[in-house]
T-cell receptor, first 114, second 115 residues
Framework: AQKVTQAQTEISVVEKEDVTLDCVYETRDTTYYLFWYKQPPSGELVFLIRRNSFDEQNEISGRYSWNFQKSTSSFNFTITASQVVDSAVYFCALKDTGRRALTFGSGTRLQVQP | GAGVSQSPRYKVAKRGQDVALRCDPISGHVSLFWYQQALGQGPEFLTYFQNEAQLDKSGLPSDRFFAERPEGSVSTLKIQRTQQEDSAVYLC?????????????FGPGTRLLVL
């Protein structure tokens, strides 16, 4: 069965600090996909990134970067020089070949203080 | 282009009432998903459509929940005889393909409160 664990329930940082959100996953499949979504107070889930299990290259997009490590089943997300607009709940999700639906973690609430 | 839209955005129902939640997916998207998100939790899968066919309804919590997508575009999630435990945000998502690997794009959700 699939499982996603986001152990950090809430993180509070001051603007311009770097912050890393942890995600650990479990799956028996060798082919799977990992996602990060952002949920601002408005409620809509905003897609951030998708990674395939066979591509372990880390990725950087502006102030965002992702570290995918199959050896530790982790897919961590780092925000560099955080801004108040980054305040939201961030969800990590997994999709393997067993089902079409996403399995989500419980989310990490990030608060960036000015 | 337009994203996924959902209506109503907020719904208050008295216990025992029936409710209908609507989802308009991104135009051309074949796959449509419904998720339920309880307060402080991650979304949980309810059901999945490929065009008009409901291929997976394993997440529907009871036979009071029913979903349809008769013409392969707009979908309706219906909850009969609502209970307080049905209070949650109901999220709809769509993806363009049917292989299952495509990214799901979410709507703003319908926040249901059952009194």
């Amino acid at each position: 069965a699939q499982k996603v664990t986001q152990a950090q329930t809430e993180i509070s940082v001051v603007e311009k600090e770097d912050v890393t959100l942890d995600c650990v996953y479990e799956t028996r499949d060798t082919t799977y996909y990992l996602f990060w979504y952002k949920q601002p107070p408005s409620g809509e889930l905003v897609f951030l990134i998708r990674r395939n299990s066979f591509d372990e290259q880390n990725e950087i997009s502006g102030r965002y970067s992702w570290n995918f490590q199959k050896s530790t089943s982790s897919f961590n997300f780092t925000i560099t020089a955080s801004q108040v607009v980054d305040s939201a709940v961030y969800f990590c999700a997994l999709k393997d070949t067993g089902r079409r639906a996403l399995t989500f973690g419980s989310g990490t609430r990030l608060q960036v203080q000015p | 282009g337009a994203g996924v839209s959902q209506s109503p955005r907020y719904k208050v129902a008295k216990r025992g009432q029936d409710v209908a939640l609507r989802c308009d997916p991104i135009s051309g998207h074949v796959s449509l998903f419904w998720y339920q998100q309880a307060l402080g939790q991650g979304p949980e899968f309810l059901t999945y459509f490929q065009n008009e066919a409901q291929l997976d309804k394993s997440g529907l919590p009871s036979d009071r929940f029913f979903a349809e997508r008769p013409e392969g575009s707009v979908s309706t999630l219906k909850i009969q005889r609502t209970q307080q435990e049905d209070s949650a945000v109901y999220l709809c998502a769509s993806s363009w393909g049917q292989r299952g690997a495509e990214t799901q794009y979410f709507g703003p959700g319908t926040r249901l409160l059952v009194l």
